[in-house]
């Protein structure tokens, strides 16, 4: 089994930061891509940010220039710092990720969550 948890969200006011992580333990070979998506509410959850295991990373265009999603290899975990927030963003954060844990499987895994509120 593998476990993905998150830390780091909160609440701040507008033009604030925040920096989310997402450690991925367990029974893990290696790790694909990891993703970070946000569901507001009413609405549907949402690809935020994305980086592939050799780095490439990719944003929604409302995040851009605003968000930066990177990783610690060796800790299987995934971050994203947010700056420049707004009232918009708020919603519950995921974490996602494409776990290989055998050389023949991949399996998908998703985060428990992480509120982030921005006040404005």
């Known amino acids: 089994q593998v476990q993905l948890v998150e830390s780091g969200g909160g609440l701040v006011q507008a033009g604030g930061s925040l920096r989310l992580s997402c450690a991925a333990s367990?029974?893990?070979?290696?790790?694909?891509?990891m993703d970070w998506y946000r569901q507001a509410p009413g609405k549907q959850r949402e690809l935020v940010a994305t980086?592939?295991?050799?780095?490439?990373?990719s944003y929604a265009d409302s995040v851009k220039g605003r968000f930066t999603i990177s990783r610690d290899y060796a800790k299987n975990t995934v971050y994203l710092q947010m700056v420049n927030l707004k009232p918009e963003d708020t919603a519950v954060y995921y974490c996602?990720?494409?776990?290989?844990?055998?050389?023949?499987?991949?399996?998908?895994?998703w985060g428990q969550g992480t509120q982030v509120t921005v006040s404005s």
């Open positions: 367990g029974s893990i070979f290696s790790v694909n891509a």
């Open positions: 980086i592939t295991s050799s780095g490439s990373t």
């Open positions: 996602y990720a494409d776990v290989r844990t055998s050389w023949s499987t991949t399996k998908n895994y």
